[in-house]
């Protein structure tokens, strides 16, 4: 019986070189935070191009301290897309503040700047931008506002806007490493910033033992295993996203005039491609669900836009995008195999919805 080809819609690019570099790390029994996760940090730093950086456990931890060390508290206001995972809304809640949700660029996904400028209020302490699905956001125009700008890029290190690398511009920038991301550790995430102040915050905050004084600390620590694996990506991630970037060339060849396909004619900044998204005529559900049974996963770019959790209105574009956009797959692991069932099962599908 021959078995069916299932394409997930993400994957880790793994080799025997993020094996070696765990394994280095294992036979040596120093397996929790120490120098190899100092020179993670150090690496992923010079990579941005910023003073420093922390090592966290998660890109949830990473954005939750990250806004106690710039003093976020209850009453305050931070600025959110609403198209965006519920980590952000999460983090938010966990200070005590209040969010405000911003509609998107139904373009771009990213933040709205225009809604943004009429939502924002005297007691917004702080702005968490996400560059998202790869593409940098309008940075210039955040960061006019005047309000500490947080860059979330967990969906795009290595992004480039105006020459310089997403993760440099914010007060403070926030990484993800879990095992979809662009570069894994299997979970894991970072703190990149220029400012020396609020790392030293960062890094007191992450662990909560063998301190001088008692306040409220946490467990967010990055282990070694994960950092010696984090190294190893990032050796290869330029390589990474030059695949990205030849499988986003093949989709837009050859998915011309099947569907709407992702705005990229951008001179002064350069999409990553984490996510490859379509927009379809039709059914989302029934899409996925016709292409899943063809052995090929496809997903919502988010699993619901914030408002409708809280039960607001008042976001056309949020709901529109989130109406007819797919994610399709596209990762380094992909082969070209791979690659031609996924368009033949997208094309085949879309050609009868025309």
């Excluded at 007191?204 to 967010?220: A, G, V």
Aim: aromatic residues 8%; positive net charge; hydrophobic residues 40%.
């Amino acid at each position: 019986m021959v078995q069916k080809m299932v394409i997930p819609h993400s994957r880790p690019t793994l080799d025997g070189g993020d094996v070696s570099s765990v394994s280095e790390v294992i036979r040596s029994g120093q397996i929790v935070q120490d120098e190899v996760v100092g020179e993670f940090e150090k690496k992923v730093a010079k990579y941005i191009g910023v003073n420093g950086a922390a090592a966290t456990s998660t890109g949830t931890s990473a954005l939750h301290l990250s806004l106690l060390a710039l003093g976020i508290k209850k009453g305050d206001h931070v600025a959110i897309p609403g198209f965006v995972c519920s980590a952000l809304l999460n983090v938010v809640k966990y200070v005590g503040a209040q969010p405000i949700l911003v509609d998107v660029d139904p373009e771009t996904y990213n933040i709205d700047v225009h809604d943004l400028r009429k939502k924002i209020k005297k007691t917004t302490r702080a702005i968490i931008l996400p560059h998202q699905f790869g593409l940098p956001a309008d940075i210039d125009e955040v960061m006019s506002l005047g309000v500490p700008v947080i860059e979330d890029c967990a969906q795009a290190i290595g992004a480039v806007y105006k020459g310089e690398k997403t993760g440099s511009f914010g007060t403070l920038s926030c990484f993800s490493f879990y095992a979809t991301k662009v570069l894994s550790t299997g979970e894991g995430g970072m703190v990149v910033s220029n400012s020396r102040k609020l790392l030293k915050k960062i890094r007191d905050l992450r662990e909560y033992d063998n301190k001088k004084n008692y306040s409220i600390r946490y467990n967010y620590k990055m282990t070694d295993i994960q950092a010696a694996m984090g190294i190893s990506q990032l050796k290869k991630l330029n390589s990474f996203l030059l695949r990205r970037a030849k499988i986003a060339k093949r989709y837009f060849s050859e998915l011309q005039g099947f569907c709407d396909l992702p705005a990229v004619s951008y001179k002064d900044r350069r999409h990553i491609f984490y996510r490859f998204l379509i927009q379809i005529h039709g059914s989302v559900s029934k899409a996925l669900e016709s292409f899943s049974e063809r052995g090929v996963t496809c997903m919502r770019p988010v699993y619901k836009p914030l408002h409708k959790y809280l039960h607001l209105h008042g976001f056309p574009n949020s709901d529109a995008v989130w109406n007819k956009t797919i994610s399709i797959p596209i990762y380094p692991s992909l082969t070209d195999k791979e690659i031609c069932k996924i368009l033949d099962v997208l094309k085949q599908y879309l050609k009868r919805k025309a």
